[in-house]
């Protein structure tokens, strides 16, 4: 990166470059396709310590991660974020090769553009700013490659080596696209949960005729369903949203009309709000399956808890690093799907910001260069406003 003035919110290395670079490496989960490597060479050059870690195995791994770290003391402050990307679907409905980091009228094209390429240029940008300050204190990165997948072997076990070294932030900023509709109207303070539940029904085939001599699976899974959707799980919090239980998909695979199946099938997500424990839901799942089908096979899975940073200093930081930038005071979200933060959390108090989602995902995913360069002066300011915390204060911060 060319480096210009370093001063707080000002001339910035220019972010785009990289952001572009970090575009043509193809890192779709878990491959890493050379973009932590883009990572760690930009930042060792910066002299960050560099402590690469390859966990899991298939068919969800191995994902490769990387902390990096500089200075020294408090506070610490991290940066996190993921290289990796969902695929681009159909190619040939881009405009432009999605891994080739486009650039066209202003705007930067490419899978990961928004979600989360452009936010981690930015982050190196500030970051090296804040180097250039010299500021004290300790300022990291969390960086995983399975951000969009399973999420088993990326931040989690980051996280776990983090704590098994005597590495914990005071605060970490997360780097997700946040802002809904201009750069800097949404910062995310919290997440709801979420739990995936398989329910296999087990009967007795036989003849529609003679429904006697069979035992039918469906029967027992929409009363298993019904009354699963029948509870009203909560009326929601000032913080959250109520919490709702979604059906995903039914299966029973019959090709026959006059056949009662062996066995049916259904999936269904919970995202759910701090009224409840994950644990508790699917215990309740559990109970109502069993009273409805005792054979059935239930299988849960809680992908995370939810989790609240109450509106203190570290929101404050943030939002007021974007009013100074773009004039907006952001709104406090805890909307959305789930992130790293989740796991994040249980080390430090978390909140996330990061470019205009409405592309993530979606063909011709693309991020206004001005926008990324405006980023890269929030980060800026935030650092600037969070390493002038005295130690005593920056320690507040943690649980």
């Not at 390859?54 to 940066?79: E, K, M, Q, W, Y």
């Not at 995936?196 to 469906?218: E, K, L, S």
């Not at 699963?228 to 299966?251: A, C, K, M, Y």
Request: proline fraction near 8%; glycine fraction near 10%.
């Amino acid at each position: 990166m060319a480096t210009a003035t370093l001063s707080p919110g000002q001339e910035l290395p220019d972010p785009v470059p990289f952001a572009a670079g970090l575009i043509r490496c193809a890192s779709v989960t878990p491959v890493d396709a050379g973009a932590l490597d883009l990572m760690e060479r930009e930042l060792a050059s910066l002299g960050f310590a560099c402590h690469r870690r390859a966990f899991g195995g298939p068919p969800d791994g191995p994902v490769d991660n990387l902390f990096a770290t500089i200075g020294s003391g408090r506070p610490h402050v991290a940066l996190a974020g993921h290289v990796d990307v969902v695929p681009p679907g159909d190619v040939a409905a881009w405009t432009a090769d999605p891994f080739a980091g486009t650039i066209d009228q202003g705007v930067l094209v490419g899978r990961g553009a928004a979600d989360m390429k452009g936010a981690l240029a930015a982050m190196v940008s500030a970051a090296a700013a804040h180097v250039a300050r010299g500021a004290p204190g300790t300022l990291s990165f969390i960086l995983t490659g399975d951000e969009e997948g399973p999420a088993v072997f990326g931040t989690d076990r980051l996280l776990q080596w983090m704590e098994a070294e005597g590495h914990r932030p005071d605060m970490c900023l997360v780097g997700e696209p946040t802002s809904a509709r201009r750069l800097g109207d949404v910062v995310k303070i919290g997440r709801r949960g979420s739990l995936n539940a398989w329910i296999t029904v087990n009967g007795a085939q036989g003849h529609v005729a003679y429904p006697d001599r069979a035992d039918n699976p469906v029967r027992r899974l929409i009363a298993i369903l019904a009354e699963l959707q029948g509870r009203r799980l909560d009326e929601g919090t000032p913080w959250f949203q109520p919490s709702n239980l979604e059906v995903t998909d039914i299966e029973v695979g019959n090709p026959a009309t006059n056949m009662i199946p062996a066995r049916a099938a259904a999936r269904l997500n919970i995202r759910f709000n701090d009224c409840h424990r994950g644990s508790a839901l699917a215990g309740w799942i559990e109970e109502v399956v069993a009273r409805h089908a005792p054979s059935a096979e239930t299988r849960i899975r809680i992908s995370g808890e939810a989790f609240l940073t109450e509106p203190g200093p570290l929101s404050t930081l943030i939002a007021a690093a974007i009013e100074a930038e773009t004039g907006l005071r952001p709104v406090l979200s805890t909307s959305g799907g789930t992130s790293d933060a989740r796991f994040i959390r249980r080390l430090c108090p978390v909140v996330e910001f990061g470019l205009v989602g409405a592309s993530m995902h979606k063909v011709d995913e693309q991020a206004p260069l001005a926008d990324i360069r405006a980023l890269a002066r929030i980060y800026d300011r935030f650092l600037a406003g969070a390493f002038a915390l005295t130690p005593s204060a920056a320690a507040r911060q943690s649980p």
